[in-house]
């Protein structure tokens, strides 16, 4: 399904301790079948920086989101090959250990997706795949994960109960929280507001401003708006190719017409 | 055409709600009159007797059912052994693990399956379980039997079970969303993990529908049984027994239930206990699948 064979001959760009970039993606393609969704992706995703992927539905935001923790694999049609390393390590390479590769990055999708049990079990869910079985510490990871989100003086008093009892809001703070407690060092968020009503969108986009210090978050988004209130760094996307790339300043001074066009009509 | 019109609305809509009605009384109809009909055996021999007594002869005026209602439940019970893990590996096996092709051949089967007469599945039954259960299985246990038995009946039912759970759990499966199986997937689950902590559990109450539905559908099954399971009143634990589940006894004495006095009512009460259970069977269900959706 991966076809890496020139790209084992490439090194990994430096994406270490001592980099200044989380993520290096190169030459990505993804392919569904014959039509090509992605193209010849380059992008460097600088660390405890947001970085803001903005375009149109169907540009394939989404999919370059989903290779960066290889949930592609699901979808037997999607053919990715290229090169993304995190952590100096090329991901797409068969990768023995995928439980360990997947905590790398925490996922926060288009709608809160808590797990079937109670809010307790959602928070240690993950560092209970990773072996950690001792009550105390996974009741102090509860606590941390939830203050951290601001959820906690919400749900303390009733951590066993199921999530279902959450407002939407809420359900995508506790998504958050649990993303979180695997101690991932990037945070894939996909439209993560999408769903929710102004005042929550608000409060998940207090908590990135607030987490970007201890984490690199890549942001989804096709809102002009919210790309403009959080984003450190841009990445423009048009039918599979990133069309410009840069800091803030791109909002003021779009280079391309694409982009131009997107600014004006995309609210 | 407005008056019209709003007698036109108030005749259906007076219509619907009677066709309603008509549907939500029908069980308590027929049980009902079934309770009239077995009221004069239940008078004769009172209900302790009737439910737990095994003494059955008719033309002596006694009428123990506790084989026939024993019997019933040792061939569903058999039965739902049998299917219900087939149908849960098979169906999460399509929805979880194998390409969608699958899942498109295996509906038209699966309707295939259900729409069978059950006196096929019966011919069946006789032609190919009696035979395999008399000369494969019974030697493998060291035992005699004319193939005639409570087995054959389980496996035949078991058979017969697994096109309606399996299409149910299909379904239940099929409902989890895409996002929340990911969702488990990016924390670090394995794939099976995320199926056995997550879609398994999300679809409880789907699997607890489509258990309840195979175990009435079992445990009503009547000719397909009778024509398998040898139809002698006793009860044994030994599977390769025959037994007499209650609705071969209705349907195999309805034609001359008026020669022998009490024995029309006799089997308007198997009826009633049929009823009954499958009720019982079915409100123990919803208790459950009430419960696995608050508590999780
Ligand atoms: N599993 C898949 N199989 C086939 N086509 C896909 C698949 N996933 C996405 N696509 C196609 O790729 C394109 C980009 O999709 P997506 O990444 O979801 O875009 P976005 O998130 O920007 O809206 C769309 O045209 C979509 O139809
Ligand atoms: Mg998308």
Redesign the pocket.
Known sequence: MYNNENVILNQCPNTGKDSLNAISIRDLN?F??K?Q??KSLNIDIPKHKITVIL????????????SMNRL?D?????EVSGQICIHGEDILLSHKDMSALRQKTGLLSQKPYPLPVSLYKNITYGPKLKGIKNKKILDKIVTRQLKEVGLWEEVKDRLNASPDCLSIGQQQRLCLARGLAVKPSIILA??PTSALDPTSSQIIEKQFMKIKKTYTIVL?T?VVRQAMRLADYVVF?HN?EIIETGGVEIFKNPKTDQMKEYLINGN | MGRFRYSYNFITGKWMLVTLAVILCLPVIIGISLGIRSADLLHDNGLIDLLFSSAWAPSKGEFGFLPFILSSLYVTIIAFVLAAPVCLLAAMYITQFSKPRMMKIMYPVADVMAGIPSVIYGMWGIIVIIPFVRDVLAPLFNVHTTGYSILSGGIVLAVMCIPYMLNMLIESFKTVPQGLRESALALGATHWQMVKHVVVRKSFPGILSAFGLGITKAFGETLAVMMVVGNVVQFSLNPFDPAYPLPALIANNFGEMMSIPMYDSALMFAALILLVVILIINLFFRYFIYRSKKIR
Not at chain 1, 60 to 65: A, F, P, R, V
Not at chain 1, 74 to 78: D, E, R, V
């Open positions: 993804v569904a079948d039509t969704i992605l375009g149109p539905s169907g540009c394939g935001k989404t999919t370059l989101l989903k592609t699901l979808y037997k049609a999607l996909d439209e989804v096709h996307m599979g």
